[in-house]
């Protein structure tokens, strides 16, 4: 079993930066793929950034150059700086851990995930 707990959501002006936090906890094993998740009311839950064990990463389209994803050595946190964010940031931002072999190809496919968080709100303001 895995447990993660968001943090570090909150109101900040377009143009602004956040810095979300996930820890996580229980076998390291099933966290070998981990990855950042946002849904917007009445949309879809998408994916942000993804990493894998080995450090590769991945990145949507709508958030390249402006959020970057890392995690601690051990993997007990992982992280979501986004910079110059914009109204349509606006979203409730999961975490999500899976122990799967091989990550690349289903970074954002919410099936894949095992384990997710409770969420944390993001709003930007125009």
């Known amino acids: 079993q895995v447990q993660v707990v968001e943090s570090g959501g909150g109101l900040v002006q377009a143009g602004g930066s956040l810095r979300l936090s996930c820890a996580a906890s229980?076998?390291?094993?099933?966290?070998?793929?981990m990855g950042w998740f946002r849904q917007a009311p009445g949309k879809e839950r998408e994916g942000v950034a993804g990493i894998d064990r080995g450090g590769s990463i991945s990145y949507a389209e709508s958030v390249k150059g402006r959020f970057t994803i890392s995690q601690d050595n051990d993997k007990s946190h992982l992280y979501l700086q986004m910079n110059s964010l914009k109204p349509e940031d606006t979203a409730m931002y999961y975490c999500a851990a899976d122990g799967r072999n091989w990550c690349a190809g289903s970074y954002f496919a919410t099936t894949a995930y095992s384990y997710w968080g409770q969420g944390t709100q993001v709003t930007v303001s125009s």
């Open positions: 229980g076998s390291i094993y099933s966290r070998d793929c």
